[in-house]
Structure formats: C-alpha cells, structure tokens
C-alpha cells in the first residue's frame, strides 16, 4: 500500500497510516491462525489420523494455494509500498504486479510440495499439478492484489486529502484571526493620534490663563494616554473604564469650553462590566464636541446613557445638534473607524445608528451583550 504522510495535522483528525497499521495486525493474526491450523491439519493427515472426502481435499488444496501465496504477498507489498511507493509513483503498480507473480509462482510451487508431503497429490504428479494450478493462480493473484493494492490506495489518499483540508481550514481560521487582529490594530493606531492632538490642543489653551487647571489637565492626559497605551486594540475592555476615559475627556475639553459644554452621564451601574471597543464611547463623544460644541456659540448639552434590552447593550451619545448622515462618513472618520472597528469584533450584530429624536440628534452603538 501507498503510505504518505501531512505535514501538519489537526488534533482532532484520526492518522490513516494508524489506521491502517492497524487493520493489518488484525489481518495477520487471523492469517496467523489460520497457518496454524492448516499446519496442524496437513500433520494429522500425513499421520493418517484424519482422511477427507475427494471435496474436501480439493477445499484443502485451494486453502494451502491461498494462504501460501496471499501471506507472502500481502507483507511483500506492503514492504514495497512502504520503500518504494513515494520514490517511484509512476512505476508503484508495475512493481506490484510483478510482486504478486512471484509470489504466485514461489506460492505454487511450495504449495505443490506441501500437498506432496501431505499425500494428497502422488509425488510423479507434481509438476502436472503445478501447470495446472499455476495460470489460475497468477490471475487470481493479480485480480485481487492490484484491486485491494489499488482500494488501500485510494482509500489512504482519500484520508490524507481529509487531512489537509481540515489542516488548511484550521490554518485558515488562524490567519483570519491574525488578519483581524492586524486591522484592529492598525484601526486603534489610527485614534491615538488624533486623540492625543486634540488633548494637547486643550492644555495648550489652557496654560497662559490657568496653569493650576492646566497642570490638572495634564494629570488627567496622563490617564487618558495610559488607558491608550494598555488598552489592547484586538480585544475589549470594561464599560466602567471606557467610562471613566470619557469623563477625563469631556473635564478635559471643558476647561477649553467653559459653560458650553454641558454634559450628563446616564449609566447603570450594572453595565460596568459590560466589554466594550476601547474609545468607542469616546469616539462619539469626541464627535459631538468637535462638531457641535465646537461650531456654536452656545454651544451643547451632551448625555450618555447605556442599557440592556433583549440581550443587546445600547450605548448612547445624545446631543442638541443639526444631525448628521452615516452616508456622509468616510473610512477615515472617528466614526467610520469605530463602525470597522465594530464590525470586526460582533459581524452584523455591532452596529452604529444615527437617529433624529424631536430636536436631538442620537447617536447609537448596539451589540449582543
């Protein structure tokens, strides 16, 4: 039989060659018993305890013929499958078959001389026998050894083709891990940036008239950039923390403000643990400062609120500004980052709504909690 073997496997994928290794011991000690007994037979009968009947001479005759020739050939091929078969694919079944003539023919002959031995064929009719058992044997041999050789074959490429299609699936689903990883990480590189610009902007404004509040401004930076730094950009963190970033955030922004900027945080408690993509919150919040409290006079009132309805966390930034289009952003947005960013950690079920309720504009992450 042809043996091959992967490079790699997955754990919970059954190895061809164990089971093939061990479907011919199982096949070796039947045909291990099976010589035994036949020995055992062939002595009672040259002893002359035990006689047959014309039929059941020639059932023992076929018997000896077979297990003569189909013992040897089955290690033969096997050995040769084993040395041979993945130096010489090409050139495997001529080698088999010229295997199993050989073993027909040494198979005949000893058998021959056992039936001799055993007195069932008288020793001047050798040689008649042997031409007589010797064509059929040589077909037989090449009939059912090229089909069970050509079977086995088959029957292992099939298991190993099994075998590498899982091993690909699963390196699959690794490299989409990786990939998934990667672009997150490539997403939050993207906000630390721009989030650190806007911040230092604040402290900047901040220095020349109130250095005590700038001083604390920085204590609170410093916060916001270490929560940047350990956050992982592939995983989530707590509601609670993002939470917190965005409470230093908006103290940050309204030192630059003063009374525009107004705000509320509306969230329960119970969702502090809830895992959230880091600067999620922040991100629409950061939003509703650069775009509407930022370009009015008057400025805008902002409030967060979180729930949890049938199995999905709603997080929500609401402010008193025009609104805006999801249409309108693009790629490059805080908000078209968050909406990848949310869609490689929950698929279809992350989603970024913009919704106009009377005269406020709500801007809504969902996901399943």
Known sequence: MIHETSSSTPDCAEDPEQNQSTILTVFRVILTICAITLLIVLLLLSLGIVRLSQSGTHILAAFIYSALISVPSMFLLDWIGHRDAGRYPRLIFPVYGLALVCTAVAGSLVGGLVLVVAGIVPRSEYWLELRGTLPFAIVISLMIGLSMTTYETLRYKLQAATLELRTKQVEQERAYKLLAEAQLSSLESRIHPHFLFNTLNSIAALIPSDPQRAEDTVGKLASLLRFSLNANPSGLVPLGQELKIVRDYLEIEATRFGPRLRYEIAVPEALADVKVPPLALQSLVENSVKHVVAE??????????????????????????????????????????????????????????????????????????
């Not at 400025?299 to 999801?326: C, H, M, W, Y």
């Open 296 to 369: 009015r006079s008057q400025g805008a009132a902002i409030q967060i609120t979180g729930s949890k309805n049938s199995g999905r966390i709603q997080l929500e930034v609401i402010d008193d500004g025009p609104g805006f289009s999801l249409d309108a952003i693009t790629p490059e947005h805080g908000l078209g980052n968050l909406i990848a960013r949310l869609e490689l950690h929950f698929g279809d079920a992350g989603q970024l709504e913009v919704t106009r309720v009377g005269d406020k504009t709500v801007v809504r992450i969902s996901f399943p909690a």
